[in-house]
Nanobody
Framework: QVQLVQSGGGLVQAGGSLRLSCAAS????????MGWFRQAAGKEREFVAR????????YYADSVKDRFTISRDNAKNTVYLQMNSLKPEDTAVYYC????????????????WGQGTQVTVSS
């Protein structure tokens, strides 16, 4: 199994930026595709972004495309989500996700989750 520990998040004004980090341990990080999901209050968890093993392929939800960037550093066993031009509707708990397969444009998650971190965007 792989263990995921998230950091970052917090409160930011609309138009601002935040960066989330997710550090992995337990298994070879570069064997996993990584992703980010989010869950707003009263809503179902939704896909945000994913990145393949090498970082050469990424996929984004339409709602965050051109504002969010997913990246990874395999030497540090860490995946990042850079969030720019944040909007109040981006407010949610964000979850890191590890997947043993590359799902391409699927919005389905892998098997392993981080603990979640709150992102709140004020208007």
């Amino acid at each position: 199994q792989v263990q995921l520990v998230q950091s970052g998040g917090g409160l930011v004004q609309a138009g601002g930026s935040l960066r989330l980090s997710c550090a992995a341990s337990g298994r070879t990080f570069s064997n996993y595709a990584m992703g980010w999901f989010r869950q707003a209050a009263g809503k179902e968890r939704e896909f945000v972004a994913r990145i393949n093993w090498s970082g050469g392929s990424t996929y984004y939800a339409d709602s965050v495309k051109d504002r969010f960037t997913i990246s990874r550093d395999n030497a540090k066993n860490t995946v990042y989500l850079q969030m720019n031009s944040l909007k109040p509707e981006d407010t949610a708990v964000y979850y890191c996700n590890a997947d043993r397969v590359w799902r391409g444009t699927s919005v389905s998650p892998g098997d392993y989750w981080g603990q979640g971190t709150q992102v709140t965007v004020s208007s």
